[in-house]
């Protein structure tokens, strides 16, 4: 298994990778840059490139995570214009870092006729791809259903995907605490999510996991993360969705609060220790 938490590039993209191995991280996710913005990066190359050779050296896996104002279902404005070049310029950094790719919110369409929302967000991820020839890929992170109920099920991920132009140069983050608020696993179901995800093909695509439990319970639409085994979800749900096939190999990335030191070294130590007891 393959696990890390969120990384702060406070002192850039290669230190950034430097710290996940020191707190025990095989993986980890960052912001390639201000998440409170679409405001393009002019990025430094050369600690990006820094960034993937060490990451090569060191077998760690990066992902980024796409600034929270990005919102793949907006209508046709200055505002979409604004997603789709951040996007593009996250794309770019993240292929310098050599990272897998990066994590995008599947989007929020508010209108009474959802499926011009779904036909939003196809126009955006075309628009966003048409031109990019990188490895890094457009990871859609599956929604709590706040605020809207759009992308909360595995069907919808899956045909977002088959309706886009490239649909090779996307993938899918699955978010648990996201997947718990919404109702799609309620901690007991997820053997049949897994037998529902093989048969849609979702796992195939799946190239990280968020790892977070939650303050609330199944259904409550609320999107509050919890640390590891201290939310509504529980250690055992949890260490179950971990050692089902379809997880164990893919990145597992922690979004929760950290420990004493600042970091999640405690957490990811505790959750390889509980693990092993588990086999």
Sequence with gaps: MRLGSHISIRRGYLQAARTATAIGASCFQYFP????????????????????????????ISVGHSPYPANLALEPSPLREAVIASLINDLEIAECCGSAGIVVHF???????????????????????????????LLIENQAGEGAAMGTTLEELVQIRKLADHPDKIGFC????????SGLWNGRNWP??????????YFDQLQVVHLNDSVYPSGSRKDRHANFGQGKIGEDHLLEFLLSPPIRTVPVILETAAGSDHTHREEIKYIIEAVQRAL
Excluded: M
């Excluded at 699955?174 to 608020?181: P, Y």
């Design 174 to 181: 699955l978010d648990t605490c996201h997947a718990f608020a």
């Design 192 to 201: 049949e999510l897994v037998e529902r995800g093989g048969e849609l093909g």
């Design 107 to 137: 989007g929020k369409f508010k209108s009474k006729d959802p499926l011009q929302g779904y036909r939003f967000i196809i126009d955006t991820l075309n628009a966003v791809l048409k031109d990019w020839t990188g490895k890094a890929k």
């Design 33 to 60: 840059k201000n998440p409170r913005g679409l405001s393009l990066k002019s990025f430094d190359a050369a600690d990006g490139a820094a960034c993937a050779q060490y990451c090569r050296e060191q077998d760690l």
